[in-house]
C-alpha cells in the first residue's frame, strides 16, 4: 500500500499540471511539455532502467557487490549530468538538452528510490515521492497562476526541483555507505548487462511507442490531436502506475510461485492483477469521457478513438505482468525478440495503413497490443498458470 501511495504521487504533477498547461499555453505546448518529460524517462530507462531491475537481486546475493553496482552507475550519472548542464549553456532551451539534464535526475533518484524498496523503508520512499512531487506541483502551479513565464520556465521548475532532490539522494546514499566503496568490477558490469540489456526494448515499450505515435499523429492529424492525444496518454499512465504498485507489492509471492512451478499461486496473482487494470482503464475512461471540456477545452473534435486507445493500454498493461515469467525462467532474450518484433510491425503497420482516420489509427494499435498479448502467453506464460 505505501508503494502504492508513493508511485501515486510521484506521477500526481504531472497529471495535476496538464489541464492548467493546456488553458494557459495552449494544447501545442502541452505536448512540448509532455515530450519533455517523454523523452527524459526513455533516455533514464536506456541509462539505468534495465539496471536498477538488477539491483535487488544484486542485494540479496550480496550486499557489498550492491553497493560497488550503485556507486559506478551513480558516478556515470554525475558526470553525464556535468557534461549536459555544461552543454545547455550553449544550446538554451533545447527539448534534448532539457531531457538529458532531467534523465540523469530521474537516474539519480532511481537508484536512491529502489535502495528504500529494498531495504523495505516504505515510508521513506513515500515521503520523497511527496515532497519532490509536490514542490514540483505547487511551484508551477503558481507560476501559471500568476503568469510568471512560459512553457520553458515550467520545464525549468521540474528540472531544478529533480536536480535538488537528486543532490539530497546523492547525499544520503553516501551516508549510509553506498558511495564509499572504491572498487570497480568489470564482472559484475558483463553479469548486469547479461541480465538486463534484453529487458530494455520491454522497458521502452511504452514511452517507444508513445514517441512514434506522436510523430504519426502529429503528421497525420495535426498538431491539436497530437495535443489530445498527450493528454489521454499522460492519464493512461495512472493505470499502468497501478499496475506497478500491485506488483512491487506481490513480488515475493510471485517470484516464488513462478520459480516454484506453483500455477494456482501465480494464476490467482495474475486474474487479481488483470481486476486491477480493467478497474483502473474503465475509471480512466469515464474520467476522460466526463472530464472532456477541463482536459481539451479547445478542441471540438470527436474523442472517439480514445476509447480503443485505453482498450489497447488495458492489454498493453496486461502484457506487462507476464514479463516475470521471462525473467524468472531467464527467457528474457525471448522476451526482447517479441517486443522488438511487435514495436517493428507497429511502425510498419501504422506508416501503411494509420492515416485514413485517427480512428482507424487506433484500431491499429489495439490490434496489434492484442496480438503481443496473445504472443506472451502463447510462448511461455500459459504454462506457469
Known amino acids: 500500500m505505501y508503494y502504492l ?9 504531472p497529471f495535476l499540471l496538464l489541464p492548467l498547461i493546456s488553458n494557459a499555453y495552449g494544447l501545442t505546448n502541452t505536448a512540448y511539455y509532455s515530450n519533455v518529460l517523454i523523452y527524459a524517462n526513455v533516455i533514464q530507462m536506456l541509462m539505468t532502467g534495465w539496471i536498477v531491475a538488477y539491483i535487488p537481486i544484486s542485494y540479496i546475493k550480496s550486499v557489498k557487490r550492491c553497493k560497488i553496482l550503485v556507486r559506478m552507475v551513480m558516478m556515470s550519472n554525475m558526470a553525464l549530468l556535468i557534461f549536459f548542464s555544461v552543454l545547455s549553456l550553449f544550446f538554451e532551451g533545447s527539448l534534448f538538452t532539457y531531457s ?6 530521474f537516474s539519480i533518484n532511481s537508484m536512491y528510490l529502489i535502495i528504500l524498496q529494498v531495504k523495505g523503508e516504505a515510508k521513506s520512499y513515500v515521503l520523497f515521492n511527496t515532497y519532490k512531487s509536490t ?13 510568471l513565464g512560459d512553457i520553458n520556465h515550467i520545464v525549468n521548475i521540474n528540472i531544478v526541483c529533480t536536480l535538488v532532490f537528486s543532490m539530497f539522494s546523492i547525499y544520503k546514499l553516501f551516508s549510509i555507505g553506498y558511495l564509499s566503496v572504491g ?7 558483463v553479469r548486469v548487462v547479461k541480465f538486463g540489456f534484453p529487458l530494455i526494448p520491454g522497458m521502452l515499450l511504452v514511452p517507444a511507442k508513445s514517441i512514434v505515435d506522436r510523430f504519426f499523429i502529429s503528421d497525420f492529424f495535426g498538431t491539436e490531436v497530437e495535443g489530445v492525444y498527450v493528454i489521454a496518454f499522460q492519464y493512461s499512465l495512472g493505470v499502468s502506475l497501478i499496475a506497478m504498485s500491485y506488483v512491487k507489492s506481490i513480488t515475493p509471492e510471485l517470484l516464488g510461485g513462478l520459480n516454484e512451478d506453483k500455477r494456482g499461486i501465480v494464476a490467482k496473482l495474475f486474474y487479481k492483477y488483470l481486476i486491477f487494470v480493467l478497474i483502473a482503464s474503465c475509471c480512466l475512461l469515464l474520467f476522460i469521457l466526463f472530464g472532456r471540456g477541463a482536459l ?3 478542441y471540438n473534435g470527436s474523442i472517439n478513438f480514445l476509447v480503443v486507445f485505453i482498450v489497447a493500454v488495458l492489454f498493453q498493461v496486461s502484457s506487462s505482468f507476464m514479463t516475470s515469467y521471462y525473467q524468472v525462467k531467464l527467457k528474457t532474450k525471448v522476451l526482447m525478440m517479441v517486443n522488438f518484433l511487435f514495436f517493428l510491425i507497429n ?28 504472443a ?4 511461455g506464460f500459459k504454462d506457469a498458470i
Open 5 to 13: 501511495l508513493g508511485e501515486v504521487i510521484s506521477k500526481v504533477s
Open 100 to 105: 538529458f539534464i532531467l534523465s540523469c535526475g
Open 135 to 147: 514542490t514540483i506541483l505547487v511551484l508551477s502551479a503558481l507560476l501559471v497562476y500568476y503568469s
Open 183 to 189: 572498487i570497480t568490477s568489470y564482472k559484475l558490469i
Open 296 to 298: 481539451f477545452p479547445n
Open 347 to 374: 511502425i510498419i503497420v501504422l506508416y501503411s495503413f494509420g492515416s485514413s482516420s485517427i480512428f482507424i489509427y487506433m484500431l491499429i494499435v489495439l490490434f496489434i497490443s492484442l496480438c503481443q498479448f496473445i
Open 376 to 379: 506472451l502467453y502463447k510462448l
